[in-house]
């Protein structure tokens, strides 16, 4: 634990339990401090407690992070004490997120006591609370908090299990609210009823300007409502659907709100078989992958309709190679797209050639992600081809297309006549130490890529002091990835000791 002053601001602590004590000892010191983060400390109720009455005496809290802990509903009590006490405090997180983090296992008690602390509070702007066990109970205390806090902007509850009564609760919060702009509801087992609900709050909320609404089951009748009521509303700007499996039948709907909604910058569809046949998604047959392009026309000209779109997530909708060329004809008379993701779409070459001839025409689109679409030489040969003369595109994204040395030497190609891409994914291929080295020859003479990712592919020692070698003569390059690549040690220290000589700093991983 460090020693703490007066003058801290911001402070990032790991803890072991016997410091517990000797930290809420020295905290009260820290007159100026406005941030700390407890994170993956695995603190327990007893333990947080006792910080939480130190973190009081503070006048200037404005963030707090207790993810990854394990704090419980007494946890929760005591951090709400903080909450109803401070004037400052604006974010408090206190999700538990991924593999490896403590679950802090909040339910119905804790969210309640939060909940009532949110009430009295006229500083809060964010609270996260994502990957807990509310539930039903815990939506219906935080839903009535929205209806009263004046302050409260950002508020996370994905995978909390509040099923459609809690969806239903937080729908008339949303209504009631004005301060709120963002929340995050995903994996929440909603249901179709759950989504007529939210349907309903959307139709008259004014603030809101994001909602995230993946994996939630809304079914046809549940999508369909919420396409209703996005026609109505002019204030949402980012809008989550994806994994809700509705398929082509829902896509029609879902292409009316792209045509007719004007706020809309970002509208993420992934996930939800757009490309596959009725017939298939009756029939749960999705191992057979039957294809349609029923639905991919829809999307395709709502998209060639819209000019207010900036960005779009098609991934993994089994669009194939005729799903491709249906959207490529699209994206050719867009002019207000700037982002598209169509990775994972098995559009294999002739979905390349499609999708390279679109890129070729149009002068807006600013990032392409095109992973796991089995490219092969072929695909790759025409998106390079595509993007030669580009001169818009930022990032591209090609990781898990059957890249090896000869594909490889087609990328290094377009890095060397490419002078604005700053971004490129070619993980997870087959590049060996040939395609290494030559991706590190045209990098030398590129000065716009700062960020390159080559993470599990077989460059081994040879690719890694090729990279060394580049690092010292290349001046733009900030971030390189090349993990799991069978480096070994003389490769993993030529490169570290290259990276760390490097001014400006280059992060690299090895």
């Known amino acids: 634990m460090p020693i703490l ?3 801290y601001r911001a402070i990032e ?6 410091t517990t004590q000797l930290l809420a000892k020295a905290l009260p010191v820290c007159k100026l401090l406005q941030g700390i983060s407890l994170r993956n400390n695995g603190l327990r109720p007893k333990e947080v407690a006792i910080i939480s009455e130190a973190l009081k005496l503070l006048p200037s ?38 593999k490896g983090a403590g679950v802090n296992r909040i339910g119905p008690v804790g969210a309640k006591a939060l909940a009532r602390s949110i009430k009295v509070n006229s500083s809060l702007k964010l609270l996260s609370l994502g990957w807990n066990r509310v539930g039903e109970g815990g939506a219906l205390e935080i839903a009535d908090a929205l209806r009263s806090s004046q302050t409260l902007q950002s508020l996370s509850l994905k995978w909390n ?11 008339v919060g949303l209504k009631q609210s004005r301060s709120l702009l963002s929340i995050d509801l995903i994996g929440n087992e909603m249901g179709t009823e759950g989504a007529i609900a939210i349907a309903e709050a959307l139709k008259s909320t004014e603030s809101l300007k994001e909602i995230e609404l993946e994996f939630n089951h809304f079914g046809l009748r549940g999508t369909a409502a919420l396409c209703q009521a996005l026609k109505e509303n002019a204030s949402l700007w980012r809008l989550n659907l994806a994994r809700n499996y509705f398929g082509p039948e829902a896509a029609q709907s879902i292409a009316d709100v792209i045509c007719t909604n004007s706020s809309l910058r970002f509208i993420d569809i992934s996930d939800n078989q757009i490309g596959v046949s009725v017939a298939a998604t009756s029939l ?14 829809a999307i395709a ?12 997530n ?3 909708n089994e669009l194939g190679h005729e799903g491709a060329k249906v959207i490529a004809e699209a994206i050719k008379s867009n002019t207000s797209l700037r982002s598209i993701d169509l990775g994972w779409n098995g559009m294999g070459v002739g979905g390349a050639d499609s999708i390279g001839d679109a890129l070729r025409h149009n002068p807006s689109i600013q990032a392409m992600e095109l992973g796991r679409n089995n490219f092969g030489y072929g695909g790759v040969y025409a998106i390079v081809s595509g993007l030669t003369l580009n001169t818009n595109l930022r990032r591209l994204g090609l990781g898990g297309n059957s890249i090896g040395d000869k594909e490889a030497k087609l990328v290094a190609q377009l890095i060397k006549l490419n002078s604005t891409i700053s971004e490129i994914d070619i993980s997870r291929n087959e590049i060996g130490p040939d395609g290494a080295r030559a991706l590190a020859d045209a990098l030398q003479a590129n000065a716009s ?13 040879e690719g890694a002091v090729a990279f060394a070698r580049l690092l010292t003569g290349n001046q733009t390059l900030r971030r390189v990835n090349l993990e799991l690549n069978r480096i070994g040690t003389e490769g993993a220290k030529a490169v570290t000791n290259a990276a760390k000589a490097k001014t400006p700093a280059v992060e690299i991983a090895v």
Request: aromatic share 4%; charged share 30%.
């Open 5 to 7: 002053t007066e003058s």
């Open 13 to 18: 602590i790991k803890l072991q339990f016997a």
């Open 61 to 98: 809290l404005r963030t707090i992070d207790f993810g990854g802990n394990n704090i419980g509903d007494d946890g929760a009590k005591a951090v709400a004490e903080i909450v109803e006490t401070s004037k400052t405090l604006e974010s408090l997180c206190l999700e538990s997120p991924g």
């Open 161 to 171: 299990r509040i099923g459609t009564d809690g969806a239903k609760a937080i729908a």
């Open 284 to 297: 749960h047959d999705f191992g057979r992958k039957l294809r349609s392009t029923t639905g991919v026309k």
């Open 301 to 312: 000209e709502a998209l060639r309709l819209n000019r207010t779109l900036y960005t779009i």
């Open 314 to 316: 098609l991934r993994a």
């Open 449 to 461: 890529l700062i960020d390159i990712r080559l993470e599990r592919n077989e460059i081994g020692d």
